[in-house]
């Protein structure tokens, strides 16, 4: 059939954009089968027919899926894509889909498009890893993390004698303190002050160390944040901190320890309740005469938040992944691809546009000197990772007493064949291994491993005992370092970039926290937190930025790292003796039936100090203290979270502040009342059920608090569930 085509179509008008952005039946289309929609929209030039009966056949739609109405807007829209006009990129009024507005809830790109995920990789299967760490670079990495703690350590790691000393030092450390099984060799600290003397050139160009960096890193900095940069956001923050008593908003279940100033759980976005911008976008100016306009956002049904897992093998589980509740809301921030700058393009929540506009700017800043290290860190994994040991057996050395370890009897070596001292009790209850081994009678191994079990239980020093023999006689056979450290650094000053991010990306979307932890002699005791990661799959966050900016009287801090090690690999890669699990706990520090968590490092968190990490790394506060405990002290921290540039949310550029008193306090607020009364004004307000006021807003983030602590007590459950298993072969 020939139908009339234009050959200059129009662009769909912001309102028609607005009526396909919340139209149910358009969301359940993916964003590649709209690309597939569009291609051959312009290749065949069909009538509405025709494309109802394409879209309904390709996807398997009930052919009432789609109304007339949106018919003709999805071939508007075609048309203007696929031709000449619409590919020059003068896309006049279209408006940007994201996931929940237009988009199904759980759209994401292609697994190599985007930023990977610790928990679930497509398909929703498994996530993320991270390769095992040997105990040995664990310890290096550790000792390159706490040298460049060392004041102006860039400078003295090239002096001889310093470097000696610090050599000397490292050798002198008891590593099994630290690790189970560590030792540390000359080899592995001259590898380490090696690759110091290499980063401390990418130090001074660029003021970022890469920590714990192998298939993924950490960033600090102790030159970012400037004394004046630090100073402003100091002077900026204190209208947000010189409140009344009774407006201090302390985070729930904190003890009154955590100050809330600007935090993300307080009014965000609502599923089913928030109200959305279908037809435009409001920035920063604007946001204010916006509140309470827009239509409210439809929430997403079980279909969209819940996924199968392991789908068609014996642990197949559908869980919730995504939450049909609520989301985080970022602001969105403009990027100049050439200079660098940043520019906030749309209110940050829970900040006054105009009260605290002061502020604005500054936060500006942090994100602008974020944005080098969140760009390494996006790209890390596939441009930067090292390993700097590996191995492919995990074996124990020749046995150096094979009389004792009877290994011409078959059996393995093992602690308990430690000679017993004079004054020890006797090994068993029933008669000893030697004694039947002297009458050519082999023990029963079941039986053996029983008495052994309950000698350990009644006689726990002679388990330390044995230990510490069977870890001074047999030595696993472990790769050591290369003293030049080749091969350990990728990265260089030079690969930083001041400008063209995540692939000069025009724009991203931070979501911003700022918070104060106080402590005073009544309440002296910072208990830390707990491991997480930050947000949900709902607000794709891939990397965190940290700036403690203020600190006073409080004791040393760490935050420590864990994540996620790629047992299937190990498992594949490794050979070891069949039953022998002990040299594996030996090489990497992992145990069978262990957790598949491997912790990584910690970083001291002091004042004037910046710390980049991925959101594929949980992380845990330590605990702190004061360090007078007769005077308060207390943190500052801001907190930057950068949503995948790949994946845009719906953020403040969608929804108009929803505070109620951002609302009445508005001028176009009070013009609208023109004559009346306060007291009807005030009718008028109360009856309102939107914008929200604060009581309810705390009322919502409890219950998003609650909904978090289940779905990260969820996965940790799952986690659980995941255990080194080295089979027998």
Not at 88 to 109: A, N
Not at 512 to 526: D, G, M, Q, S
Not at 705 to 719: D, G, I, L, N, P
Request: negative net charge; aromatic residues 10%.
């Amino acid at each position: 059939m020939t139908h009339t085509w234009d050959p200059k179509p129009a662009p769909l008008t912001v309102a028609e954009e607005g009526l396909l952005a919340t139209s149910e039946a358009v969301s359940k289309l993916s964003q590649s089968q709209l690309d597939s929609f569009n291609d051959w929209v312009g290749t065949e030039k069909p009538g509405v027919l025709e494309a109802k009966s394409w879209l309904t056949k390709r996807y398997g739609l009930r052919k009432n899926t789609f109304s007339y109405s949106e018919l003709v807007l999805l071939l508007k829209r075609a048309k203007f894509l696929s031709s000449s006009e619409g590919n020059s990129g003068d896309k006049v009024g279209f408006i940007t889909r994201k996931p929940g507005l237009g988009l199904p809830l759980g759209h994401m790109p292609d697994q190599e498009d985007r930023f990977p995920l610790l928990f679930m990789e497509d398909n929703y299967s498994n996530g993320w890893r991270a390769a095992t760490l040997l105990i040995r670079e664990s310890c290096m990495l550790k000792l390159i993390n706490e040298l460049s703690d060392k004041p102006q350590w860039w400078r003295k790691v090239k002096d001889e004698a310093i470097s000696s000393k610090w050599k000397k030092e490292a050798l002198e450390m008891d590593w099994t303190s630290y690790r189970k099984h560590a030792d540390f060799t000359s080899a592995m600290a001259d590898a380490c002050i090696s690759e110091l003397r290499n980063k401390a050139e990418l130090y001074e160009k660029t003021g970022l160390m890469p920590i714990y960096d192998y298939t993924t890193t950490v960033i600090k900095s102790d030159s970012l944040l400037t004394s004046d940069l630090a100073k402003a956001l100091q002077e900026g923050v204190k209208p947000l901190e010189d409140v009344p008593t009774e407006l201090k908003d302390w985070h729930p279940n904190s003890k009154e320890q955590v100050l809330d100033l600007v935090h993300p759980s307080l009014w965000p976005l609502m599923y089913g309740r928030s109200r959305v911008l279908n037809d435009r976008v409001i920035d920063v100016g604007n946001a204010l005469p916006s509140c309470g306009t827009g239509v409210v956002l439809r929430a997403p049904g079980p279909e969209q938040t819940t996924h199968i897992i392991g789908e068609g093998g014996f642990f197949e589980e559908e869980v919730m992944v995504l939450s049909n509740k609520f989301q985080w809301l970022p602001c969105d921030v403009d990027l100049d691809p050439e200079t660098g700058k940043a520019k906030i393009a749309s209110y940050i929540n829970n900040l006054h546009p105009q009260e605290h506009a002061r502020l604005y700017p500054i936060i500006e800043r942090f994100i602008e000197i974020s944005l080098p290290a969140w760009d390494i860190i996006y790209y890390w994994e596939e441009t930067f990772s090292v390993q700097r040991l590996t191995t492919t057996e995990a074996e124990y050395d020749e046995c150096p007493c094979p009389d004792l370890c009877h290994v011409d009897d078959g059996y393995n070596c093992a602690p308990w064949r430690r000679p017993t001292d004079e004054d020890e009790e006797p090994r068993y209850d029933v008669e000893s291994v030697e004694a039947m081994l002297a009458d050519n009678r082999k023990p029963d191994k079941y039986q053996l491993g029983e008495e052994k079990a309950e000698d350990y239980r009644t006689n726990p020093v002679r388990r330390n005992l044995d230990d510490a023999w069977f870890a001074s006689t047999h030595s696993a056979k472990l790769p050591d370092a290369d003293p030049s450290a080749k091969d350990y650094i990728k990265i260089q000053a030079s690969d930083l970039k001041a400008d063209g991010f995540f692939n000069s990306s025009s724009q991203i979307q931070v979501i911003v926290k700022l918070a104060n932890i106080h402590l005073t002699p009544e309440k002296p005791v910072y208990n830390g937190g707990s491991w997480h990661t930050e947000g949900l799959l709902n607000e794709h966050i891939v990397s965190t930025a940290l700036y403690y900016y203020d600190s006073e009287n409080i004791t040393d801090c760490t935050l420590d790292f864990r994540t996620c090690a790629d047992k299937e690999d190990l498992a594949g890669e490794i050979s070891y003796e069949q039953h022998r699990h002990d040299p594996i706990e030996r090489t990497f520090g992992i145990t069978q039936g262990g957790s598949i968590f491997q912790d990584v490092g910690s970083v001291l968190t002091k004042a004037g100090r910046a710390i980049f990490f991925p959101n594929v790394l949980q992380h845990h506060v330590s605990q702190f203290r004061l360090a007078d405990p007769t005077k308060p002290g207390h943190r500052k921290i801001l907190a930057l979270f950068l949503v995948d540039p790949a994946i845009p949310i719906i953020s403040t550029s969608n929804v108009p502040p929803q505070q109620k008193h951002w609302w009445t306090s508005h001028s176009g607020f009070d013009s609208g009342c023109g004559l009346m009364p306060p007291e009807l004004i005030k009718k008028v307000v109360d009856y309102s059920e939107w914008p929200i006021d604060l009581e309810e807003a705390k009322k919502v983030r409890l219950d998003l608090m609650k909904e978090r602590t289940s779905f990260k007590a969820e996965e940790e459950s799952r986690f659980e569930r995941m255990e080194w298993n080295f089979c027998e072969h």
